[in-house]
């Protein structure tokens, strides 16, 4: 497996080499001997490269870790805020709601997308629910922070920055249209029961703008008040 690219990155040196002398530039190589064995680690670098795996264990612990919070938050915001329940999937604050922007902004698209997802999954376990309709409102919850994103780099040219207020805000107020979009469009689609009453659209997205920006300030707060104490 090694040879063919050995002899390739060889003849490619050699080329040059003679491309050198054919200028009048003297050739500093080494021996064919030492470039064989040159080219062979490179090579061998190359082909260990393909084989590195594509998430590393700390990625996989901490989407792990993710993925069993979304659950349990899920469970204490019922609790917590069982008063402003309007119905099992609409809620005028939605904790939660943080944790999915959350996991794309620590974790990076990918990863924080396979938290939210193992998370829906838990949390589908948990309540013993498995349908279709159920699997894609996964889904669209993945998807509704992945628009958000993609929306704030392209208006603003630039990454969020995650201790901003204002960057926070202004990706909330793209996430919680898209999502509850997403969302009524695939109940309008595949379960119709779920469409109670027109202004339920808006319900949601202020459910979600309400417990993003609460998750997300109670976030800052907490990180400049451990760097305010750390510096004294």
Same mark, same amino acid.
Not at 153 to 182: G, I, W
């Given at each position: ?22 200028? !009048? ?34 990625? *996989? ?18 609790? *917590? ?17 943080? @944790? ?13 997308? $396979? ?7 838990? @949390? ?7 349908? *279709?309709?159920?699997? @894609? ?5 993945? !998807? ?45 689609? $595949? ?15 202020? !459910? ?5 920006? @609460? ?9 400049? $008040? ?7």
């Amino acid at each position: 497996m090694l040879k063919p690219i050995v002899d390739d990155l060889c003849n490619r040196v050699r080329d040059y080499q003679v491309y050198l002398n054919s200028r !009048g530039i003297p050739s500093t190589t080494a021996k064919s001997s030492n470039l064989y064995k040159v080219a062979q680690h490179t090579a061998l670098d190359r082909l260990y490269a393909g084989f590195r795996p594509l998430i590393s264990s700390m990625q *996989l612990v901490l989407i792990s870790i993710l993925g069993m919070v979304f659950p349990l938050l899920h469970v204490l915001n019922g609790r *917590l805020f069982s008063f402003a329940e309007l119905t099992p999937h609409i809620g005028l604050i939605y904790l939660p709601a943080f @944790l999915r922007l959350f996991n794309i902004l620590i974790l990076k698209p990918r990863d924080g997308t $396979l938290a939210t997802v193992l998370g829906g999954l838990l @949390l589908m376990r948990a309540l013993d629910t498995t349908s *279709l309709v159920e699997v @894609l409102n996964i889904g669209c919850s993945s !998807g509704g922070p992945l628009i958000a994103l993609y929306l704030f780099t392209h208006f603003y040219k630039r990454e969020v920055n995650l201790m901003s207020p204002r960057d926070l805000t202004a990706l909330t107020f793209l996430y919680a249209p898209a999502n509850a979009l997403l969302h009524h469009l695939l109940w309008s689609q $595949l379960d119709p029961s779920q469409l109670q009453a027109p202004i339920q659209v808006l319900w949601m997205i202020v !459910g979600d703008i309400a417990g993003t920006l @609460l998750g997300a300030y109670s976030l800052i707060f907490i990180v400049r $008040l451990y760097r305010f104490w750390k510096s004294h």
